[in-house]
C-alpha cells in the first residue's frame, strides 16, 4: 500500500528541478495554496554547494505548482508526479529570482513592444555516460539501434506529456544523441525544455543507463548543445519572422530583435553558457558559437538563420527562424529564453538592425577586421561573461531588483566549489549533475 506523491518543483538558476513532494490527494489544496520554500535555496548551487548570498535563515516563499504542466511518468517500479511551478512571496507576488516568472515577464515586454509572440522550441543533445566511442558509429544504424529503446520509451512519454516529438538521433560523440519537439509557445516551450530533460534521465535510469546533458565530458570531446529556435507570430497567430523584402529574408521585427540579441550576447552569455566547462564548447570549429554573429544556414554562428524547404511564400513563413547556439543544458531554459527575448526587444527598443548574415569562417579574420563588422570574440571563461554581465547596466534594467547580484554570487560560489579541481575533472563532475 502507498500514497501518491507530487513533486512541486522549480528550475531554478543553477539549471536544477528542485522541490518539494506532497500526497496527490491533497492535490487541489497544493494548487490553491502552494508548498513552502525558501529563498536561500536560490544559492544551492549544481553541486549542492551554497553561496553567501543574501538571505541567511531568513525568509518564506510559496512555490505553486501549476496544474497545465502536470507530468506523469509511469516507470517499472513507480509512476514519478511532477508539476513545475511559480516562486511567490506569501501575498502571492511573483518573487524576483524565480526563473519561470522571469520569462512571463520578458514574453509580456514583447508584447509590448512588438505586438508579437515568440514561438520557441529547445533542440538537445545528451550522452549516454557508460558508452565509450566506437568507430563508425556517428550518425549509423548501429548506433542508432544501440538508443533505440530508450528513444522509443522517451518518444511515447513525451507524446503522453503533451508534447510533439519531432526527431531522435545518434549524434558524433561518445553515446551522444539528439533530440527535438516541435515549438510551441514561450512559457510552454521552457517547461516542456525543463520536462524532456528530467524525462530522459529517469527512462535512461529505467533501463539501466546514465544520461548526462553536461555541456562537455571532455576537454577533447564533443559537447552537448542546447539549441534554441524561434519565430513570432502576430496578434492573429499568423507568422511574422519572414519577409522576402528584408535582408536575409529578416522582417523588420525580427531584423531587431536579432540585432538586440548580438549586440547584448556578450552579457547575457552568462546565462545562457552558465557553467565552467561550457567555454570549452565555444570554441571555434567545434560546430558551436564563438562569435556573436549572425550566420546563414552556418552551424558555427551563434545565431543562425534557419533553412526552409519550401518555395511557397506561405510555407517559408511558416518554416522561417533563427536559431541561437550559444547554451547548453546548465542553464535554466526559463532563463535561457528570458534573457533572448529581453535583449531581442531591447533591439527594438533601440531600433537597432541586424548586419548582413556571415557565410565563412570568422577565425581567420583579425580583430580588427571583425570590429569593423561590428563582430566580437565571446567571452573565453564563464568569469569572463561573469565581468561582461556584471558591468552591462542595460541588462540590470531587465531583471527585478537585487536578481543579477543574487546570479553573480551563485555562480562565483560555483566557481569557488571548483577551484581546486583540473578541468577533466570540472568536466567529470558536471557530468554527473547534469
Known amino acids: 500500500m502507498s500514497d501518491p506523491l507530487v513533486f512541486a518543483a522549480t528550475c531554478d538558476i543553477a539549471g536544477k528541478v528542485r ?7 491533497a492535490l ?16 544551492i548551487s549544481c553541486f549542492d554547494g551554497i553561496a553567501e548570498g543574501p538571505f541567511g535563515s531568513l525568509g518564506d516563499l510559496l512555490l505553486m505548482p501549476d496544474a497545465a504542466t502536470q507530468l506523469e511518468l509511469p516507470l517499472s517500479d513507480r509512476v514519478e508526479r511532477v508539476m513545475l511551478g511559480d516562486i511567490t512571496t506569501l501575498d502571492g507576488t511573483p518573487w524576483a529570482c524565480c526563473t ?8 509580456a515586454r514583447l508584447e509590448r513592444v512588438a505586438g508579437v509572440r515568440a514561438i520557441a522550441t529547445f533542440e538537445h543533445e545528451f550522452q549516454l555516460l557508460d558508452h565509450d566511442a566506437t568507430p563508425g558509429d556517428a ?3 548501429a548506433g542508432f539501434s544501440v538508443g533505440r529503446r530508450l528513444g522509443e520509451r522517451v518518444m511515447a512519454a513525451l507524446r503522453a506529456a503533451g508534447m510533439q516529438p519531432d526527431t531522435f538521433l545518434r549524434e558524433f560523440g561518445a553515446g551522444q544523441y539528439e533530440l527535438t519537439i516541435d515549438p510551441t509557445d514561450a512559457l510552454t516551450a521552457a517547461d516542456q525544455a525543463t520536462m524532456l530533460r528530467e524525462i530522459v534521465k529517469l527512462i535512461a535510469a529505467d533501463e539501466g543507463e546514465r544520461a548526462t546533458f553536461t555541456p562537455i565530458r571532455d576537454a577533447a570531446g564533443v559537447g552537448n548543445g542546447v539549441h534554441v529556435h524561434f519565430s513570432f507570430v502576430d496578434a492573429q497567430g499568423q507568422p511574422c519572422t519572414w519577409d522576402a523584402a528584408g535582408q536575409d529574408g529578416l522582417a523588420p521585427v525580427t531584423s531587431a530583435f536579432a540585432a538586440g540579441i ?29 562569435y556573436n554573429n549572425l550566420g546563414d544556414r552556418d552551424r558555427e554562428s551563434s545565431l543562425r538563420i534557419c533553412p526552409v524547404a519550401a518555395t511557397d511564400p506561405d510555407r517559408i513563413a511558416r518554416q522561417f527562424n533563427l536559431e541561437y547556439r550559444a547554451a547548453d543544458a546548465a542553464a535554466a531554459p526559463h532563463l535561457v529564453l528570458a534573457m533572448l527575448l529581453h535583449a531581442g526587444c531591447q533591439g527594438i527598443d533601440e531600433g537597432l538592425t541586424a548586419p548582413p548574415a556571415t557565410q565563412e569562417d570568422l577565425s581567420l ?11 566580437e570574440r565571446l567571452p573565453q571563461s564563464l568569469e569572463a561573461a561573469l565581468d561582461r554581465l556584471a558591468a552591462e547596466e542595460v541588462v540590470q534594467g531587465w531583471l527585478p531588483e537585487g536578481f543579477r547580484e543574487v546570479y553573480i554570487a551563485h555562480k562565483r560560489g560555483e566557481l569557488d566549489e571548483l577551484s581546486s579541481r583540473s578541468m577533466d575533472e570540472a568536466c567529470a563532475a558536471y557530468a554527473a549533475v547534469y
Open 262 to 290: 548580438l549586440k547584448y550576447m556578450p552579457a547575457i552569455l552568462a546565462f545562457t553558457a552558465p557553467s565552467r566547462v561550457s567555454y570549452l564548447r565555444l570554441t571555434p570549429h567545434r560546430w558551436s558559437a564563438a
Open 365 to 375: 579574420l583579425s580583430p580588427e577586421a571583425l570590429a569593423d563588422r561590428g563582430i
Open 19 to 25: 522541490g518539494k513532494g506532497f500526497p496527490l490527494s
Open 139 to 141: 550518425f549509423s544504424l
Open 28 to 43: 487541489d489544496k497544493r494548487l490553491e495554496k502552494g508548498v513552502g520554500w525558501t529563498p536561500t535555496n536560490v544559492m
Open 100 to 107: 519561470r516568472s522571469l520569462l512571463k515577464g520578458a514574453i
